[in-house]
């Protein structure tokens, strides 16, 4: 049979496990009944298998028949804080847990991708290790760094030369499209802690205090004329304020006063770029007034880059196995933000989205990733694993030519 034969032949047990995982979402790093799940669903496959210390990471190894270099595949299985919304039979029965992302269908994706490569074994020039890893949202801060800190990269005795990974999309793609693009794939996603120091007082006596608000204000819009008017548009840079705080009376000045956002950029230079220029943006606006700040520029994800060489690779297997009508290039950068990028940082791959949304639904207006209503169609289950498998199967043989 088929490599897509096989997987369409898997189909039934990847849908139950899908569900299964759907219906009992689990967040962050301590991911116990999903890890037990994939343990289970991989029990009796000649696989090498640890599981994390510092978190319910689970990796596997399978070692082909023929000596070679490694390749790695990931899945990330964690949920999301939110309550379903969508009326599935197998909906979340965890309050404030849902699969709003996917995780359930790249989980089992991979345990399908694992079972794949495992009854090909002889074909196998190399290795290649199973990254199921929690938390990629990073409700803990995220699982990529703990799983590389306990040498993940390493489980097979080598550095994988290349990685790869997918994403479902409830909305960003018809459904069973492919799509990756060279270069960097997604943003990187920092956060940005400022305070403003003043001197209290009473409302009616501005005069006699040291009003940290108003100086938090020109802050806030300060921001936004310095993204605009020192970052190149070609290599943009997104931040939003989503929290201010400040007093606790209408008519009490208060001591301090800050605010938090997110940022977001698409390259190093441009990171580096807002670290530094926030702080002395902010430290002139406030000596202006009299008043002190204090500026926390907390590192998140870095920006997600594709390989070329294996973005091109990544199509081009699309291309052979599915056809060409499969695949597009994704025009820009997202926004969001991936962990995986810190695999990436130290090896060579692809990321690809997978358009997910149920074809008897319009893709471009269903509700998006991270909606309490996002649906994701299980019929893209078996392709997704076919094709993780077979960009090993020939990731490995072309090292071999």
Sequence with gaps: ???????????????????????????????????????????????????????????????????????????????????????????????GAMHACGHDLHTAILVGAARLLSARRRELAGSVVFMFQPDEEGTDGGGAVPMLAEGLLHASGELPVAAYALHVSSNRLPFGVFATRP??????????????????????????AADPIPVLCEMVTALQTFVTRRFDIHDPVVLTVGIIQGGTKRNVIPDHAGFEATVRTFSRAARERVREGTATLFAGIAAAHGLTVDVDFHDGYPALVNDPAEAAFAASTVTDLFGAERFVRTPTPTPGAEDMAFVMEQVPGAFLMLGACPPDRDWATVPQNHSAQAVFDDAVLPDGAALLAELALRRLRSAQA
Excluded: C, F, K, N
């Excluded at 270069?183 to 802690?193: C, N, P, Q, Y």
């Design 1 to 95: 049979m088929t490599l897509q034969a096989d997987a369409r032949a898997l189909a039934p047990d990847l849908v139950s496990l899908r569900r299964e995982l759907h219906a009992d979402p689990e967040l962050g790093r301590h991911l116990i009944r999903t890890q037990r799940r994939v343990l289970d669903a991989l029990s009796g496959l000649p696989l090498e298998i640890t599981t994390g210390r510092a978190l319910a990471s689970v990796t596997a190894v399978l070692r082909g028949e023929r000596p070679g270099p490694t390749v790695l595949l990931r899945g990330d299985m964690d949920a999301l804080p939110l309550t379903e919304d969508t009326g599935l039979p197998y909906a979340s029965r965890v309050p």
């Design 183 to 208: 270069g960097t794939g997604s943003a990187a996603s920092d956060g940005l802690t400022v305070t403003v120091h003043g001197r209290g007082g009473h409302g009616a006596s501005p005069h006699r």
